[in-house]
């Protein structure tokens, strides 16, 4: 039976949002609910939290996770890498699990690994959802995927790919209110984990940037130009990334309603 790992990298500097893995308005510190929902996938045989920082690696082993200890990466990617090279991890699938994605599904973990396992020639996988909205479609910071008639990977870009040639996109945009999984939309939105085969993941770690990577930066398309397959995965749950103090202020404001009802 194949086996997969999970491994969360998590650095204390963020861009936009610094600190923001130990943010802990919650009560406990944002990495803690990546971890859990990790935890909770019945297809991962372990979950390792990758980081350079030891501040981060005590918050983390207080709740009780495994923490691997890095050093400075540019990529979540090649801290993962390293982690798998250090430990020498036995897995026929690693996972990235992003640690700034507190409201993952342990379910969509599952489907990931699942549909890997049953494409075994497929390099690296990645989940998409429905976009339903001209918000999200249009707002460069949610990744569109075009994806083939096999699921795999065509392309991704920061721009609302297909385009539209001859319509509104309104009349695409919508789900029926008696099935929220359904929708006519052909945008789909990129979700933030990745599953690779192990030594894919060690030889992409040791591939320049690529020309497209670095246009759109987005790091999947080094994979894409270097000739590698992506399985993209569809799923209905939509895992919301915190990036900015706007996105965590709106996610303690999720949890403090789930904790009133």
């Known amino acids: 039976m194949s086996t997969a790992i999970g491994i969360i990298p998590a650095r204390m500097q963020s861009s ?11 009560g406990k510190p ?11 996938s019945a297809s991962l045989s372990e979950v390792i939290i990758a980081t350079d920082s030891e501040e981060i690696a005590t918050a983390c082993k207080s709740f009780g ?11 979540g990617t090649d801290r993962i890498a390293e ?27 599952d489907r990931l ?4 396992q049953k494409s075994p020639n497929i390099e690296m996988g990645t989940l998409g959802t429905p976009i339903t909205s001209q918000a999200m479609l249009i707002d460069q910071g ?18 609302p790919i297909p385009f539209y040639r001859d319509g509104d996109p309104d009349d695409l945009l919508f789900a029926r209110p ?29 591939m320049p940037p690529s020309e497209l990577e670095q246009l759109e930066k987005l790091e999947q398309l080094r994979a894409l130009e270097a000739g590698a397959s992506i399985l993209v995965e569809v799923v209905h749950h939509r895992s919301v990334g915190i ?19």
């Not at 936009?16 to 919650?26: A, D, H």
């Not at 949610?142 to 870009?157: E, H, P, T, W």
């Not at 990036?243 to 009802?261: G, L, N």
């Open 243 to 261: 990036d900015t103090a706007a996105d965590y202020a709106a996610f303690v404001e999720r949890m403090q309603r789930k904790q009133d009802q």
């Open 16 to 26: 936009r949002l610094p600190g923001k893995m130990l943010l802990k308005e919650t």
């Open 142 to 159: 949610c990744v569109k995927i075009v994806r083939a008639a096999d699921g795999r990977a065509l392309y991704f870009s920061r721009l």
């Open 178 to 206: 008696e099935d929220a999984h359904f929708t006519r939309s052909p945008w789909l939105l990129h979700l933030g984990i990745y599953a690779y085969r192990p030594e894919f993941l060690l030889a992409l770690t040791q």
């Open 30 to 40: 944002l990495i803690q609910y990546a971890w859990e929902a990790a935890s909770a």
């Open 65 to 75: 996770a495994r923490v691997s200890m890095t050093g400075d990466h540019p990529s």
């Open 113 to 116: 690994v699942t549909a890997m």
């Open 83 to 109: 982690v798998v090279q250090n430990e020498k991890l036995q897995a026929d699938l690693i996972i990235n699990v992003q640690g700034d994605e507190p409201e993952l599904d342990p379910g969509c973990i």
